[in-house]
């Protein structure tokens, strides 16, 4: 199963990732990224790759889970 995460130490919670994919990233009201669903689905899979490609500082990743 593939699953996206953060490196939080390079994310600078400018929020584009939630802007292409609410459903998956938020900025809470402390401008804190939280991820909410970490599985990248066939639903979300496009949309997720968007938010990778547009992450200004590239702290977006897709990570395969050992099954």
Do not use: W
């Amino acid at each position: 199963m593939s699953k996206v995460s953060v490196d939080f130490g390079l994310c600078e919670s400018n929020g584009v990732c939630a802007g292409i994919i609410p459903d998956v990233f938020h900025l809470d009201d402390q401008d804190y990224l939280h991820i909410r669903q970490d599985e990248v689905t066939p639903a979300n899979r496009d949309r997720i790759l968007e938010a990778v490609r547009q992450c200004p500082r590239q702290a977006i990743s897709i990570t395969e889970d050992p099954a």
